[in-house]
């Protein structure tokens, strides 16, 4: 990768990184959620290995429904904490929910933050105990580039061939619902994501290697190896057109599926619900969501 390709990639996390402050400045967390953070899920001192843990204060000696959260950013920038409020809110609705980590690229490949999830999936499971978590009701959520990242972890669990061809050995825990956020499913498109990002994930000979199938989300092994998944997009969103067509994919391979699609509003950007998990719309998709996973369980 080209010097000039990776201070573009830096610059952009220094620029994220200050609009995050901004952020947490404006916004109020609620009195209502307990937070531990900064829990390492390797024992190795990275500092990107790390999640966060939410639980609901009025229910603290319950046993609860598991959601873990996977951050957005085009898996270039982006980080557990700038979901703060958005896995707060899913707490609320009466879920431990784990927030992780990654490595992000430049400083690593897509593989590597594969085997990250996996990494905080086998440390999860082991902390369910600890926070009174359901380890028979799990579910998933992902917004943007975590979506992506999350879709192809949880096909990779499922299926042998995806393992191998990533060199990955994925999580036994076992995630009943998947729910994805203005999902950026395509890397491979000829558009600003894929007219460049491809060879930086999944190296230069990309073309050439064992994971070259998987690359399209469509190939028939990575759609259905996943649960039941719901999607959500808006028409603002500049990736809707993704999450449509990933949609179809879906309702082609018969994969148990919902589809929630906003209709034109400027307030309702890409990823809106973790944005600004305060609008009438981002409640509405927890709830939503949150209903879906119940019904999957």
């Known amino acids: 990768m080209s010097d000039f390709i990776k201070n573009i990639f830096y610059k ?3 620029d994220f990184k200050e609009t995050s402050h901004k952020r947490h400045e404006e916004m109020t967390f609620p009195d209502d959620v ?22 609901p204060k009025d229910r603290n000696d319950e046993v609860l429904p598991v959601i873990i959260n996977v951050h957005g950013g085009g898996l270039i920038i982006g980080d557990k904490e700038f979901n703060r409020y958005f896995c707060a809110n899913l707490c609320k609705k009466g879920f431990v929910v784990f927030s992780i980590e990654y490595r992000l690229i430049p400083d690593c490949m897509i593989f590597d933050q594969f085997y990250d ?13 600890k926070y009174n978590g359901d380890i028979h009701h799990v579910y998933a959520a992902g917004d943007s580039g975590g979506a992506c990242l999350l879709a192809y972890s949880l096909a990779i669990q499922n299926n042998p061939s995806m393992a191998d061809a990533a060199n990955i050995t994925p999580s036994d825990l076992e995630i009943k619902a998947a729910g994805f956020i203005s999902g950026m499913f395509y890397t491979n498109r000829l558009d600003k994501i894929g007219m460049f990002l491809p060879k930086y994930l999944y190296g230069n000979d990309y073309k050439k290697g064992k994971f070259a199938p998987y690359i399209n989300p469509e190939n028939q092994e990575m759609v259905r190896s996943l649960p039941p998944c719901f999607l959500v997009t808006s028409h603002n969103d500049f990736l809707c057109k993704y999450t449509l067509d990933f949609e179809k994919a879906l309702t082609l391979d018969g994969i148990k599926h919902e589809l929630l699609n906003y209709p034109k509003n400027p307030k309702l950007t890409h990823a809106f619900s973790v944005f600004y998990p305060d609008l009438p719309e981002s409640t509405d998709t927890i709830n939503k969501m949150t209903a879906f996973f119940t019904a999957n369980r």
């Open 12 to 14: 952009q996390r220094e």
């Open 34 to 55: 307990f937070e531990y953070t900064d829990i390492p899920y390797a024992n190795d001192g990275c500092d990107a290995h790390r999640l966060d843990v939410f639980r």
């Open 117 to 129: 999830v996996s990494l905080a999936m086998n440390c999860i499971k082991e902390l369910l105990g």
